[in-house]
Antibody, heavy 121, light 107 residues
Framework: QVQLQESGPGLVKPSQTLSLTCTVSGGSVSIGNYYWTWIRQPAGRGLEWIGHIYTSGSTNYNPSLKSRVTISLDTSRNQFSLHLNSVTAADTAVYFC?????????????WGQGTLVTVSS | DIQMTQSPSSLSATVGDRVTVTCRASQSISNHLNWYQQKPGKAPKLLIYAASSLQSGVPSRFSGSGSGTDFTLTISSLQPEDFATYYCQQTYITPWTFGQGTNVEIK
C-alpha cells in the first residue's frame, strides 16, 4: 500500500519561499511509470494542480505558477519536494502531494493527507 | 486551459435517492475525465477514471458516463457515507484542471 506524507512549515512570510516535502512509503519515486504531483486547495475552494515530476525527473508545471515553482525528486530519501517562491496571501492553502498513474488515462490514485500553509507576516 | 464546469454546485438529497452530477468541459477531452470524492478535512479519493471505469474498492452504486465534453457521475442509491463534495478532473491536456465541486448535503 502506497502512502504519502507532506511535511514542512505551516507558516511562511510574504515574499519568501514555501518549501514542502512529500515522503513516499510502500513504493519508489524512481521506479515505475508514475508522476509525483502537487495540488493545492485554498480554504473552502476547489482544487488547483500545481505540477508534477516523472520518475525520470522531467517536470511539467501549471503556467499560472510556472515562473515561481520548482518540483524535484530525492531518490535517496524516496521523497519529492515543492518550492514556491515569492509567496503572497493568495498562496495560503492546503497542499496535497499525490501519485499520478496511467490507467487508461492519467489519474491521481494515492494522496497525502494534506498540509495547511499560511502566508502571513 | 480547459475549463471544467460542474452542476449543480450543491444539492440536497436523502438516503436512498438517485443523485446525478454533471461536468462539462470547455473543449472535447475524449474520455480523459476522472471523478473524486472529498470529505471535510480529508484528501480527495478517486472514484471513477476514464469517464466510466470504477476504481478498485469503490462501491458499485457509483457510476460514470460521457465522452467529449459532457460527463455524468451517478450515485444509484445515496448512502450516509456519500455526503461529501465531488470533483471532476480532466487529464487530456496540461494543466490538469478540476471542476469547482458539487457539495452533496443531507436534506
Amino acid at each position: 500500500q502506497v502512502q504519502l506524507q507532506e511535511s514542512g512549515p505551516g507558516l511562511v512570510k510574504p515574499s519568501q519561499t514555501l518549501s514542502l516535502t512529500c515522503t513516499v512509503s510502500g513504493g519508489s519515486v524512481s521506479i515505475g511509470n508514475y508522476y509525483w504531483t502537487w495540488i493545492r486547495q485554498p480554504a473552502g475552494r476547489g482544487l488547483e494542480w500545481i505540477g508534477h515530476i516523472y520518475t525520470s525527473g522531467s517536470t511539467n508545471y501549471n503556467p499560472s505558477l510556472k515562473s515561481r515553482v520548482t518540483i524535484s525528486l530525492d531518490t535517496s530519501r524516496n521523497q519529492f519536494s515543492l518550492h514556491l517562491n515569492s509567496v503572497t496571501a493568495a498562496d495560503t492553502a492546503v497542499y496535497f502531494c499525490a501519485r499520478e498513474q496511467w490507467l487508461a488515462v492519467y489519474n491521481l490514485d494515492y494522496w497525502g493527507q494534506g498540509t495547511l500553509v499560511t502566508v502571513s507576516s | 486551459d480547459i475549463q471544467m464546469t460542474q452542476s449543480p454546485s450543491s444539492l440536497s438529497a436523502t438516503v436512498g435517492d438517485r443523485v446525478t452530477v454533471t461536468c462539462r468541459a470547455s473543449q472535447s477531452i475524449s474520455n480523459h475525465l476522472n471523478w473524486y470524492q472529498q470529505k471535510p478535512g480529508k484528501a480527495p479519493k478517486l472514484l471513477i477514471y476514464a469517464a466510466s471505469s470504477l476504481q478498485s474498492g469503490v462501491p458499485s452504486r457509483f457510476s460514470g458516463s460521457g465522452s467529449g465534453t459532457d460527463f455524468t457521475l451517478t450515485i444509484s442509491s445515496l448512502q450516509p457515507e456519500d455526503f461529501a463534495t465531488y470533483y471532476c478532473q480532466q487529464t487530456y491536456i496540461t494543466p490538469w484542471t478540476f471542476g469547482q465541486g458539487t457539495n452533496v448535503e443531507i436534506k
